[in-house]
């Protein structure tokens, strides 16, 4: 074989290796998208949300009975949850939100908030329609770990005490 040749596949190999290694992750934090927050009916944007706390976004249809469940599962949870942010997120219709949230109480809690993901940006980010979906972060904003359908909430708590008791971010 010519060293020519074998020099240029070497070459632009290394390109494609080092072009691969640079780029970004656009799952690494929290996406930027805009919400329709039910409680207030205003939006906000995802970006506007502040550092400092574990963060969960939960995509999820209020008629699924795996997210209705997983609703249960952070109502018995909410004393090892309360320092922790989350977010429903649905594409459904305000009302249902609103529906699903009064009929769980959620509105007891300062940490929840419902909001309609006004241009399914969720789903897309994650590449998926299946809910409820999970998505962890940490207190810098950065993706811990996704849930696809009901999550293991002695795994989801775990995973969170561990980010809670880590190194300050």
Do not use: W
Not at 23 to 35: A, G, H, L, S, Y
Not at 44 to 53: A, E, I
Not at 85 to 103: A, C, G, P, Q
């Amino acid at each position: 074989m010519n060293t020519t040749l074998v020099y240029r596949k070497f070459t632009l190999i290394s390109l494609i290796t080092f072009a691969i290694g640079c780029q970004k992750d656009t799952r690494e934090t929290i996406p930027e998208f805009n919400v329709l927050k039910t409680e207030s009916n205003t939006i906000f944007n995802t970006k506007d949300l502040g550092n400092g706390m574990v963060t969960i976004l939960i995509h999820f249809d209020p008629s699924c009975k795996d997210c209705q469940e997983e609703a249960e599962d952070i109502i018995k949870h909410k004393d090892k949850l309360a320092r922790t942010r989350i977010f429903y997120l649905s594409v459904e219709d305000t009302s249902k939100i609103n529906l699903f949230r009064d009929f769980f109480h959620f509105s007891d809690y300062q940490n929840i908030t419902f909001g309609r993901d006004i241009d399914t940006a969720m789903a897309k980010h994650f590449r998926t329609g299946v809910t409820p979906l999970l998505a962890v972060y940490d207190k810098d904003n950065r993706l811990q770990v996704v849930f696809e359908g009901k999550a293991n909430m002695s795994e989801l708590l775990g995973i969170i005490q561990k980010i809670e008791t880590s190194k300050s971010n």
